[in-house]
């Protein structure tokens, strides 16, 4: 069951509550246990979700779950302030560094990357002409909910509070939050960056990560030094359930500390190759082969096998092949292995590659052969080697047969017969074959 946190001293928030109600059928019953005013009196509930109302505002609300009848998740509605113009908006809470807007200094709420996730989404689909769709940061209390929690903001100012259309499309992405649990296998923390968290939640977009607590810029420099503020390090992966961090910009001695804790610094390139892969055969093709950071590659076979070998690939044979289609060469080993180990910047398979049995790493070199047959005469594979022959105009030949340089060696070399002192010389008495061999 998903709670749902209605603010009487935030109209915005009282707006989305009303559309709330205004959205399904809720049946109204009575608590009288608690004060009105702490989420007692009214409230509602509908398939999946319960809704209270609170005098305070959300981030002066500590332990708001205890209101509710054994909620999995908590979603506070609510306003967003800021010169941002119309967006709808998502965060999770606590404080980093000092507590100046509630909760408490160095202290984080339980996060609940999944549903954040699936939140953006349904902001996507829901909000109205003109608004934008963005995550923060974590910022300002409450930093204890008693279940993981997040803010659904409806911003920026008074103009938006009051819209209908906003607070009806805030109302039904959080009603689309019916039976998504709060948490995925694959989650991260977010360290650096601005306010608002374009890269993290780019990610979050385009990848099957998701991200939990992100300290901006700001929040590293209100925590201070890492070393000195280690539990708040640690509890920002804790209240994440994550194992990994994205930094965005320098931070040495936060990425030390992180190792230190236990857990792993990545880049937005490993979060994005991974994706898909199971984390343990990530972990076994990274100590098998090479870091993704060094240009290992994760082929189309890494979702669907998790047996490999690794093989040496054909280098001569790669560059070669590239040098006619560099695209089309990184898709073909893509396509016959687990991972691959390239150069260039991952645009040139190269080095070794995880494959399931040698039948697939025969299919890469077949591959790789027919692709040099569309440039060369004959294209020949042999157990253990690639045979390229080609037939191509020798000037050497066509000087010892009288022909001047010039427009003759042109004619010749394109394939059209000329004439020297009466003489009519064919192209393939001035041709020389030649054979290139590549080791498979």
């Known amino acids: 069951m998903i709670a749902v946190v209605v603010s009487r ?26 004060p009105d005013a702490e989420g007692g009196g009214r409230y509602y509930r509908t398939d999946g979700f319960e809704l209270r109302e609170f005098d305070a505002l959300h981030l002066d609300i500590e332990d708001a779950a205890d209101a509710f009848a054994d909620p999995d998740m908590l979603v506070f509605a609510s306003r967003h302030s800021g010169d941002t113009g119309p967006l709808l908006t998502a965060h999770f809470t606590g404080n980093f560094g000092p507590a100046q807007f509630g909760g408490e200094d160095g202290e984080l709420a339980r996060a609940c990357p999944n549903a954040h996730a699936r939140l953006l989404r349904a902001f996507d689909e829901h909000a109205p002409p003109g608004y934008d769709v963005g995550a ?24 938006q509070w009051r819209d209908s259309d906003a607070a009806r499309a805030v109302a039904r992405a959080i009603l689309d939050l019916r039976g998504v649990e709060p948490t995925r296998e694959r989650q991260f923390v977010g360290f650096g960056g601005g306010h608002y968290a374009p890269r993290f939640e780019r990610i979050v977009r ?3 990560w998701a991200v939990g607590h992100v300290a ?16 708040t390090i640690r509890r920002a992966f804790e209240r994440s359930d994550a194992e990994y961090a994205v930094r965005e910009g320098d931070y040495p001695e936060l990425e030390s500390v992180v190792a230190d804790l236990g857990y792993r610094t990545v880049s937005e390139t490993w979060v994005r190759e991974t994706s898909g892969v199971p984390l343990p055969l990530v972990e076994r ?22 047996e490999f070998e690794v093989v040496e690939l054909p280098d001569d044979l790669l560059a070669a092949a590239a040098g006619i289609d560099r695209e089309r060469v990184r898709g073909l080993v893509a396509e016959r292995t ?29 591959e790789l052969a027919g692709l040099l047959g569309e440039k060369y005469d004959d294209v020949e594979r042999a157990a253990e080697e690639v045979v390229v022959r080609e037939s191509a105009f020798d000037p050497e030949k066509a000087r010892q047969l009288g022909v001047p340089e010039g427009p003759e060696f042109g004619k010749l070399s394109s394939g059209v017969a000329v004439t020297v002192n009466d003489e009519t010389i064919p192209p393939d008495a001035v041709r020389t074959e030649r054979v290139r061999r590549y080791r498979v």
Do not use: K
Not at 216 to 231: F, I, K, Y
Not at 300 to 306: F, K, P
Not at 341 to 361: F, H, I, K, Q, W
């Open 338 to 366: 687990l991972a691959f180990e390239t150069e260039e910047g991952g645009t040139l398979a190269a080095g070794n590659a995880a494959v399931r049995g040698p039948s697939d790493y025969d299919a890469v070199v077949d």
């Open 136 to 159: 923060e940061c974590t910022h300002h209390g409450p930093s204890g909910v008693g279940v993981p929690s997040m803010f659904a903001e409806l911003g920026s100012d008074e103009e």
């Open 216 to 231: 901006s810029d700001w929040n590293l420099e209100a925590m201070g030094s890492p070393a000195e503020n280690r539990a």
């Open 285 to 306: 093709l990274e100590t098998d082969l090479s870091p993704v950071e060094s240009g290992l590659r994760f082929g189309d076979l890494a979702g669907a096998s998790e």
């Open 9 to 34: 001293a935030d109209h915005a928030s009282e707006h989305i509550g009303e559309q709330l109600l205004a959205e399904t059928e809720w049946t109204a019953r009575e608590d009288e246990t608690r």
């Open 206 to 208: 385009e990848t099957d």
